[in-house]
């Protein structure tokens, strides 16, 4: 694998230093950098549970009505600026609010003309990615708010398997499920994905460990290899895994192309089960 600048000062000032929610925060902006999101700011850690990226669509579109474009500040030079310098239009409350300060001199700060930035619509937040379905494994336990620490056993230093996984809210009409494990750090300023799995029933609620369902269409990862490989550069890494609820099925192959495959599962698919995991070496 490609040399990854900061990766060991990065993982090393996380394993050490990172408070509650701190470490999850710095893994999802690293994430989004790497281009591990959802296609939108919907996909957040959940380790134990999910977050709905409508509530952060509804948060940042209240945030965005709040504010307004026009000028900063009149200073008193322009048209419609009396001796005081204040604006020529003034409401009830700004009289009101300038006799109270009487005694305070500069120019005055007119309210912004003009129309206010619009939030979120009710389709666009009914139409966001949500990282509603619930994904974990009995192998990767978050505690203290950093990413559950993965075994040896699940790595190159091992076994090189992947781990039992279990998840749940898987919403109605889904075609099949697919499964990623992403790097969050990038290499080469691309995103490296280590597994992807695509093809599995929705019916099913868990894949143990080192053993495949039915059915299940394995891609070729980042190292070229067709099948699961997690081996980081350097002292470790942090990795995301992904479960990705598809309405409609892909057609995918064996040895598929797992980037160019996320590009079309994230333009169809809606939910999503997200579960960071730590692996350091000994």
Not at 172 to 178: I, V
Not at 190 to 197: E, H, S
Not at 244 to 261: I, K, N, Q, T
Request: net charge negative; proline share 6%.
């Amino acid at each position: 694998m490609a040399q990854r600048t900061g990766a060991k000062r990065f993982l090393a000032s996380i394993a050490k230093s990172a408070s509650a929610g701190v470490t999850l925060a710095l893994a999802l902006t690293a994430l989004a950098l790497a281009g591990c999101g959802g296609g939108s700011s919907g996909e957040e850690a959940n380790g134990a549970s999910s977050t709905s990226s409508k509530d952060t669509l509804a948060s940042a579109g209240t945030e965005a009505g709040s504010g307004a474009k026009g000028p900063a500040a009149n200073n008193g030079a322009g048209p419609g600026a009396d001796s005081q310098g204040q604006g020529g239009e003034a409401s009830g409350g700004e009289s009101s609010s300038a006799a109270q300060n009487a005694g305070k001199h500069g120019p005055h700060v007119p309210v912004p003309k003009g129309p206010q930035e619009q939030g979120a619509t009710a389709e666009q937040m009914a139409n966001a990615t949500v990282a509603d379905m619930s994904l974990k494994s009995p192998a990767i336990i978050a505690s203290g708010g950093q990413p559950g620490s993965l075994s040896p056993t699940y790595t190159c230093d091992g076994k090189d398997s992947w781990p039992a996984l279990h998840w749940s809210g898987v919403p109605e009409g889904t075609a099949e499920l697919a499964l990623y494990v992403m790097n969050v750090q990038p290499v080469e300023e691309k995103l490296f994905v280590d597994w992807a799995v695509a093809g599995i029933d929705p019916s099913l609620d868990h894949i143990e460990a080192a053993k495949l369902p039915k059915g299940a269409i394995v891609a070729t990862n980042g190292f070229g290899k067709r099948g699961y490989s997690l081996c980081p550069q350097g002292r470790g890494e942090i990795y995301m895994f992904a479960l990705y609820a598809l309405p409609s099925h892909l057609g995918l192959r064996p040895g598929f192309d797992a980037r160019e495959a996320r590009t079309q599962i994230l333009a169809v698919s809606g939910n999503v089960g997200l579960l960071p995991a730590l692996y350091a070496h000994g």
